[in-house]
């Protein structure tokens, strides 16, 4: 989840929200969303879909009594629900199924948020930054293997490499803009999100889950003094 004004749809796989904004501004549920393991375990069931307490257990080295424990936590909040078994799904009907529960979350402005709220959204905005670098770093490493690894034909002819290795579109840049015109951009990112969720029946062959983030701060006033650049830090790499 992004900070202020920030949100994170939680929508897998195109699945369309109809509700607007919700505002997380109660603290007992700000508490329950940073607990580490529960962040994990909601990326999980964000980027792979639904799964079981065992399924999440045996994918992020827990024992299926703390991830069912953590699932019942995030439904207690209407971060995650209890599903059907899916069709596809093997092993037997007993199994309790959960699955993230898409919606356009939000945190209240930092401004509004008392000391405590902000000490507990610091540490949820610190692994949810942390596990994102560590799913691009993850992604990139894939990629990197997929490429030297591709398979040859009977000529000895390299095969053709998947399309999805370059599927890291990148942009960095600068703009002026007003608190107002911010606050707009931000709501036009999110509209431009919506307009390409569509239900999993309507996902055409070849469709994969991408993950977007969205960042944005104003820069700093003034460039601070005496202090040396990052290419010029020891131990830092000049290219």
């Known amino acids: 989840m992004a900070q202020e004004p920030g949100a994170e749809p939680l929508v897998r796989r195109g699945e ?19 607990q580490p393991r529960r962040q994990r375990m ?23 009594g703390a991830t069912s424990y953590h699932l019942r936590e995030l439904a207690r909040y209407g971060f995650v629900e209890e599903m059907d078994r899916p069709a596809e799904a093997g092993g037997h009907g007993r199994e309790r199924w959960w699955r993230a529960v898409p919606g356009d979350r939000r945190f209240p402005p930092r401004s509004r948020q008392s000391p405590e709220m902000r000490l507990v959204m610091d540490e949820l905005n610190h692994h949810a930054y942390a596990a994102d670098l560590e ?4 992604m990139q ?8 690894l591709r398979t040859r034909g009977v000529d000895g002819e390299v095969g053709e490499a998947d399309p999805w290795v370059d599927a890291f579109p990148y942009s960095r840049g600068s703009i002026r803009l007003t608190l107002p015109e911010l606050r707009a951009f931000f709501e036009e990112y999110i509209a431009l999100l919506n307009r390409y969720k569509r239900p999993e029946a309507d996902t055409p062959p070849g469709a994969r889950t991408v993950l977007t983030r969205f960042l944005a701060f104003p820069a700093p006033d003034t460039a601070p003094e005496n202090r040396p650049a990052p290419h010029d830090r020891p131990g830092s790499d000049p290219s």
Request: aromatic fraction near 2%.
């Open 141 to 148: 490493l894939q990629m990197q293997a997929q490429r030297q």
């Open 42 to 64: 909601l990326q999980h069931l964000t980027v792979h879909g639904p799964a079981t307490s065992a399924t999440l257990a045996r994918a992020l080295g827990l024992n299926t």
């Open 16 to 34: 369309e929200t109809s509700r607007g904004p919700t505002e997380l501004s109660d603290l007992a549920t700000l508490k329950a969303l940073a």
């Open 135 to 138: 799913l691009f770093e993850q």
